[in-house]
């Protein structure tokens, strides 16, 4: 038996995604312990695995907005500096304090968390705890023929392309992820230890293991550190006890296309996307099912008759039945979606969602709208070229097809168990 202890910042995209990898290592009988916050301490403790709580910056129950309003007075890149600035470091020492506890209470054979965790690397460079990482988004690791992670830029090769991208980078690193090297590297100083400048895009690196979830297909073709595996989605875990609404068997025979909006978990203005989705799709015969993420669905006002709306749905259940995905982005739901051959609308600018569709284009697997806040024009119109043209579907079951190969949570806990045994980095050559 092996004892893994995760630690993920308490959002739900950071969180959610690893609880199926979770409950497949308590499965095979290793020790789980899961440092996060209270608000997904039901779910962890579902897989088996025990839950540890935040002792600062625990923004799981309250929201992200809440504990850092300012953020809501930026949009784009605007927001993503913000948050690398502020979010991600003020998280970091509680991080710190609350991991060398819980080692010195009870010691670990591998560390694992999200992309989100500046501890990780830190910790495995103090004790020498084998560290594992996973991928929330899509690849941040730079690439010469790539521009750098944030812009949403399409690929560009050649020595002009090659020159774009080294400019950009170059400014991107100022602007974008100098506060966030500024706050890690003070941290590392108390610590004892060097600074280091890679806690940004080239963060799969600092890993001994970094499990992507998600696959090649989805994402350029690129460079890629050696320690980086695909594994695709996991499956989402079910929610026990779930009933499903009084209106469910209605999208289980419904007899005209279904569409699913949703806006996550983070960015829950309604009048994003919601609202223009109910608008856009109000005199179609389709049916429309919203998902709010949270806020009460009485927020979105009156609903068109073709509408059904609640705050949480199950996707394990619901993408099934579902023909059509638009999204704002969130890279873990666009993954749910493929995994079962759903084209997508995407209208999402905040965090790393400009980067997320820029992907969605690029696989031929949907619409990128190009925006946070899409008219009901642009997302009718979307919708209604991805139910009439069925290249976008073909490409989505071909991304299905290489996620049904890629192992998901099973994989992923073969791998972890290959770096508790091994104590050493995880390889695997890829070419993408």
């Known amino acids: 038996m092996s004892r893994f202890i995760f630690t993920t910042v308490p959002l739900t995209g950071h969180t959610v995604p690893a609880l199926p990898i979770a409950k497949a290592l308590v499965d095979r009988g290793h020790s789980v312990r899961w440092h996060t916050g209270a608000a997904f301490a039901d779910r962890i403790t579902q897989t088996g695995a025990v839950h540890v709580p935040m002792s600062e910056y625990d923004y799981s129950v309250a929201g992200l907005d809440a504990m850092f309003p300012e953020r809501l007075q930026?949009?784009?890149?605007?927001?993503?500096?913000?948050?690398?600035?502020?979010?991600?470091?003020?998280?970091?020492?509680?991080?710190?304090?609350?991991?060398?506890?819980?080692?010195?209470?009870?010691?670990?054979?591998?560390?694992?968390?999200?992309?989100?965790?500046l501890g990780g690397p830190i910790m495995q460079e103090l004790g020498g705890l084998p560290f594992a990482a996973f991928g929330i988004t899509v690849v941040t690791y730079p690439d010469p023929n790539l521009a750098p992670f944030g812009l949403g830029l399409q690929p560009t090769s050649g020595r002009v392309g090659r020159l774009r991208n080294r400019l950009l980078t170059t400014a991107v690193r100022s602007l974008l992820f100098k506060p966030l090297f500024d706050a890690v590297n003070q941290i590392r100083r108390e610590n004892g230890l060097l600074a280091d400048d890679g806690?940004?895009?080239?963060?799969?690196?600092?890993?001994e293991l970094f499990l992507q979830l998600g696959t090649a297909g989805f994402d350029y073709p690129r460079e890629v550190p050696e320690v980086l595996h695909f594994v695709g989605p996991p499956r989402p875990t079910r929610f026990a006890g779930w009933e499903p609404p009084p209106w469910w068997p209605q999208i289980e025979s419904a007899d005209r296309p279904v569409v699913l909006v949703t806006q996550g978990t983070v960015a829950v203005d309604g009048d994003d996307l919601l609202r223009p989705t109910l608008d856009a799709l109000a005199d179609q015969d389709v049916l429309v099912v919203a998902v709010t993420g949270g806020p009460d669905p009485a927020e979105l006002g009156l609903l068109p008759p073709n509408a059904r709306v609640e705050r949480f749905l199950p996707f394990d259940q619901l993408l099934p039945l579902v023909?059509?995905?638009?999204?704002?982005?969130?890279?873990?739901?666009?993954q749910q979606a493929l995994s079962h051959g759903i084209p997508i609308v995407v209208a999402g600018k905040t965090e790393d969602k400009a980067e997320v569709s820029a992907r969605v284009a690029h696989a031929g697997v949907g619409i990128n709208l190009h925006t946070h806040r899409p008219k009901a024009g642009q997302i009718r119109a979307a919708v209604l070229e991805l139910l009439a043209e069925p290249r976008y579907a073909d490409a989505a079951r071909r991304i299905e097809a290489e996620i049904t190969a890629s192992g998901r949570e099973d994989r992923a806990a073969e791998l972890l168990e290959q770096l508790a045994l091994r104590r050493t980095p995880v390889i695997q050559k890829i070419h993408t």
């Not at 806690?199 to 890993?207: K, L, R, S, T, V």
């Open 74 to 117: 930026r949009n784009g890149i605007g927001r993503l500096r913000y948050d690398l600035a502020n979010v991600f470091p003020a998280t970091l020492r509680g991080q710190l304090k609350d991991l060398q506890a819980q080692l010195a209470d009870e010691p670990a054979d591998v560390l694992v968390g999200d992309m989100g965790l």
């Open 199 to 207: 806690m940004g895009p080239g963060y799969p690196a600092h890993a």
């Open 323 to 334: 023909d059509i995905y638009v999204t704002n982005g969130g890279f873990g739901g666009i």
